[in-house]
């Protein structure tokens, strides 16, 4: 899988437009954009939830504390989300 | 049988519009259901008039469709017509929409939007806006649309870009315009647009009756195809490229509605509740719920006109054992209705269905067409006609 390494020092937002919101159908997080509807897993809820003006290393360093799982590890999944999202153009990062 | 969740609501809030374009999915007879004549392409009849429009739901009305629609889980909500901007409560209903939690898309001409309507629709908040464009070119443009409008829409867009607004562009595509696919391209390109649909014309009210004078050549179309594939890979992560599919040249059908009642519904200016926006014309035989009447919910999972072809079981043979049945879900129920005269058929477009001769014989007239056939003209759309109201 070739996915564009994300520096860590950037910083994720959501692109404009784009709105992430509670569905109060499913009590999940969906992101919300020009004639479209994602339905969010738990990673991905999480790791947006965090977007806050936070670089990616903050992000992973928050979530490993929180979770007590290995920096490392949650590395790979925090880059996969964060690059896919912006692929789908649903973040920028600065 | 049980009825999925819907996602988004399509808001006809007017059938009014600035425009004329021949290509409207409006229908040309709609409102009195004892009063719908069937249309064939190239001919006009005497009852084509769309409802008039001081049969519009109100403001206090539309508020509640749009309060049922969030109940009932939609998630985004189209504002479209006509032109919604005929209506001066659109940031009424924005405001709505948006304390209901929805997202709400404009779908637009921009004939209307000044800055300070855009600030009211943007403070009322309004999440994005599509803006049709029917050329880059000005003169073509114009005169597709059936009036002066091209050089208006190039400075909204600017206005839109200003306002900080996620801008849409749409463009139909069809013989008249489909050569200069590049330069719409472009043009799309240099207002900087998030988002652009390259929408290969569907043949639904006046675009059916206008079909002769519409439908682009098989050379035009392959031509099409590429340039929008080279664009699309060109401009990946710039502009997002959607391209509509010419569906009388393709072998299987579009999955229309992504199914009939499965994600979808729109609310047309006079209340009715359809499960696609062409449907009240395409299928007359076909009984639809009013919101005036019944709640949103109702009509969702218990009417008729819902629950008609939810699902596979409706499906007529080659559908019905067909491996492709919950891909494309037998195509379009309107398309069937106005080609083979009944909505239960399988869409002609599909090369399996025994009624694809149909589809071929409207191509073929077109290949064959004399220089002046070929540029036949077409018919305007025009307004509803307005009644008023004794005082």
């Known amino acids: ?21 509670t569905d109060s159908k499913t009590g999940n997080s969906v992101l919300l954009f020009p004639e479209g509807v994602l339905e969010l897993n738990e990673t991905a809820q999480e790791i947006l939830n965090r977007c806050d003006g936070r670089t990616v290393s903050e992000i992973i360093q928050a979530l490993a504390e929180e979770y007590d799982i290995d920096p490392k590890m949650l590395a790979i999944d925090v880059e996969e989300t964060l690059a896919d999202l912006k692929r789908r153009k649903l973040i920028e990062l600065t | 049988m049980i009825a999925p969740r819907p996602y988004a609501l399509l808001a006809e809030i007017t059938y009014r519009c600035p425009l004329h374009c021949p290509y409207c999915s409006n229908p040309i007879a709609n409102g009195n259901l004892e009063g719908r004549a069937p249309v064939t392409p190239g001919k006009t009849g005497s009852q084509e008039l769309a409802p008039p429009y001081n049969a519009e739901l109100s403001t206090d009305e539309w508020k509640r469709v749009i309060r049922e ?41 921009g004939i209307g939007l000044d800055d300070d309507r855009l600030c009211a629709l943007r403070d009322a908040g309004l999440d994005s806006i599509q803006l049709s464009f029917q050329s ?14 091209h050089q208006h829409k190039l400075d909204v867009a600017a206005k839109i870009r200003a306002a900080g607004i996620p801008l849409s562009l749409n463009f139909v595509i069809h013989r008249r315009n489909i050569d200069r696919l590049p330069q719409m391209i472009d043009l799309a390109e240099s ?11 569907q043949f639904y009210g006046w675009a059916f009756l206008n079909r002769a004078a519409l439908l682009p ?10 340039i929008a594939t080279v664009a699309k890979a060109r ?9 509509v599919l010419p569906d009388y040249y393709e072998s299987r059908p579009k999955p229309c509605l992504s199914g009939w009642g499965q994600r979808y519904l729109t609310v047309n200016p006079i209340g009715e509740v359809l499960p696609c926006p062409t449907a009240s014309s395409a299928i007359p035989d076909l009984r639809f719920e009013n919101v005036r009447a019944r709640d949103l919910d109702w009509i969702w999972r218990e009417s008729e006109s819902f629950n008609r072809f939810r699902g596979t079981e409706w499906m007529p043979e080659p559908c019905q054992s067909c491996p ?20 239960a058929n399988t869409d002609p477009v599909c090369e399996l269905s025994p009624n694809r001769a149909l589809v071929d014989e409207v191509l073929r007239d077109l290949d064959s067409s004399t220089p002046k056939a070929f540029g036949a003209d077409w018919t305007y759309r025009v307004n509803p006609k307005t009644v008023l109201t004794p005082v």
Do not use: W
Not at chain 2, 217 to 226: I, K, L, P, S
Not at chain 2, 324 to 338: M, P, S, T, V
């Open chain 1, 1 to 21: 899988m070739q996915t564009p390494a994300l520096a860590s020092s950037a910083q994720p937002r959501l692109t404009r437009g784009v709105r992430l919101q």
């Open chain 2, 69 to 109: 629609a969030a109940d009932l889980g939609i998630l985004q909500i189209g504002f479209s017509g006509g032109e919604p901007l005929a209506r001066r409560d659109l940031p009424d209903l924005i405001r709505a929409a948006r304390e209901a939690n929805l997202y709400s898309n404009l779908i637009t001409s």
């Open chain 2, 136 to 149: 880059d070119n000005t003169n073509l443009a114009d005169e597709i649309a059936g009036t002066r409008a």
């Open chain 2, 191 to 201: 207002l900087h647009a998030e988002r652009v649909e390259l929408a290969n014309v």
């Open chain 2, 217 to 226: 050549t098989r050379e035009q179309v392959v031509r099409a195809r590429e």
């Open chain 2, 235 to 243: 401009l990946a992560g710039k502009i997002d490229i959607f391209y």
């Open chain 2, 324 to 343: 492709q049945r919950e891909i494309d879900f037998g195509g379009c129920r309107c398309q069937a209705a106005l080609l083979t005269g009944n909505a």
